[in-house]
């Protein structure tokens, strides 16, 4: 009896063919959405580790959603000019478009002393090599790495029981991470400004400033108020007295920080923002930003930025923290998502912050 060979007919070829290309497509959507490995950290796992701990509030930022528009400029002194190319740095006035905010998901939460604030700035000379950056008021950063952040999220989420964070989640999470008890203690003792205005703000992740002859040095830096500082004791029973503060200080006179640039020591973790680096490193002053306009996030010049740490302009690079790759990714994701979605009226309104009929023309 003739046998028939063991080879497909052309026509089976054929429909492989046809299959195969879908297939493969459809698996490459599932893999980069994370559904095929649920344990993957991704843009979306990051995201959903948000959203469990402080809800969804579409058209808002994922993260630091309750915040306000300002605007100045910065001004450069030329002093880091030496460590980086940046056109930023050289002497010469920048203008800037930046966000105070406080951290966490929930729009409408209330002000409170020891709620982490930030402060966000977009830098943009004219030749477009724009700086970007976020910066919190912490003294160092709560873990080391994504998947650390990913893992402290969903154990601070709260138990539908209660509405809190299950201590015994909470505690497991620290039981497996003795290494971060330092930077949690740091966090929790650091001393706490009045308000935004006399605030420190950290940019927590190391970055890398590259000279004329490429040189590179590890570098963090702060933004120190110019403002005389004034220890937090209790707040007013206002929702929303940090940021009506904010509103009035800038409506009365501009603010003032400068920038002070940290250079690493041979001691120091330029991977781990959880870390402190040592206190008596070379620091420089390498210019002062000045902020003197407010304005609601609704139709706000900062609403459609996101201030992503990774957009850095010629002269300055990314270190090796993994944390600054995660955040790039989460923001942009961030950005996507509320592009998309109709926000309703910020806490900070618009009514908020219209300028008194008698506030000072403060421009100089
Ligand atoms: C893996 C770690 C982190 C994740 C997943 C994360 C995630 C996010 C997300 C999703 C946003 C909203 C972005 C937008 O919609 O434009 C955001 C905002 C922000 N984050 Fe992070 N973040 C991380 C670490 C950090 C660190 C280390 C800092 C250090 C200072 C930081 C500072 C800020 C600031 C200042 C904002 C507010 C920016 C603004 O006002 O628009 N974040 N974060």
Known sequence: MATKPLVPSASALRWLGVIAAPTALALGFLWTGGWLTPHRL????????????????????????????????????????????ASVLQPGRVPVVGRFALAGGMPFQADAPAKVRSLALRLKPADSQEWRMGMNDIPVFPVRTPQEFQDLQQASRPDPATGKPDPARVKAFRAAHPWLRAAGAQITHRPLSSGFSDDTY????????????????????????????????????????????????????????????????????????????????????????????????????????????????????????????????AYMRSFYLRSGERPTVPAVSPEMTVPPANAKDKKS
């Not at 959903?48 to 100045?72: E, I, M, S």
């Not at 690493?264 to 330029?270: F, T, V, W």
């Open 202 to 329: 950290r940019s927590l992740n190391s970055f890398l400033f590259v000279s004329k002859d490429g040189a590179k040095a590890a570098v963090r830096w702060s933004m120190v108020p110019l403002q005389p500082v004034t220890l937090a004791d209790g707040h007013a029973d206002d929702h929303d007295y940090l940021f009506r503060q904010l509103i009035d200080d800038l409506h009365a006179h501009p603010l003032q920080w400068r920038l002070m640039v940290t250079l690493a020591g041979s001691g120091d973790a330029i991977d781990n923002p959880s870390e402190e680096w040592s206190r008596d490193n070379r620091q420089i002053d390498a210019g002062t930003l000045t902020l003197t306009d407010i304005e609601s996030e609704e139709n706000g010049p900062c609403t459609g930025i996101t201030f992503d740490p990774l957009v850095l302009p010629q002269g300055m690079m990314p270190s090796g923290d993994p944390i600054l790759q995660a955040r790039s990714a």
């Open 42 to 85: 991704t843009q979306t796992s990051l995201l959903d580790a948000l959203h469990a701990v402080d809800g969804t509030h579409p058209g808002f930022r994922r993260n630091h959603a309750k915040g306000v528009c300002v605007t100045g400029w910065f001004e450069g002194n030329g002093n880091a000019a030496g460590i980086s190319t």
